[in-house]
Nanobody, 119 residues
């Protein structure tokens, strides 16, 4: 059974930091590109950061503030978010992506974790 479980979200003030974690299980983690997406109210889901970077890089609005990392030994992916801004408020989702033997996209999603940046 594939599972992606995000954690680490919360309510913070502008300028604060948060570290999101995503625990993966049920698939060969090292074979998948791992990404963080976010969706703000009334907006489409957008890619925030991907690892490896060839899978999508990092969106301009968070460059220099957010860092994605992964630990293949622990099946974990992280998003370190510094200098948070109100516009970073969104539900953050963990994504695992690969192509199967027939070249078809395979995507797994977590349930999301809410990040709210407000004074």
């Amino acid at each position: 059974q594939v599972r992606l479980v995000e954690s680490g979200g919360g309510l913070v003030q502008p300028g604060d930091s948060l570290r999101l974690s995503c625990a993966a299980s049920g698939f060969t983690f090292s074979n998948y590109a791992m990404s963080w997406y976010r969706q703000a109210p009334g907006k489409e889901r957008e890619l925030v950061a991907a690892h490896p970077t060839s899978a999508g890089g990092i969106t301009d609005s968070v460059k220099g503030r957010f860092t994605i990392s992964r630990d293949n030994a622990k099946n974990m992916v992280y998003l370190q978010m510094n200098s948070l801004k109100p516009e970073d408020t969104a539900v953050y989702y963990c994504n695992a992506h690969a192509r199967d033997a027939w070249g078809r996209d395979v995507d797994y999603w977590g349930q999301g974790t809410q990040v709210t940046v407000s004074s």
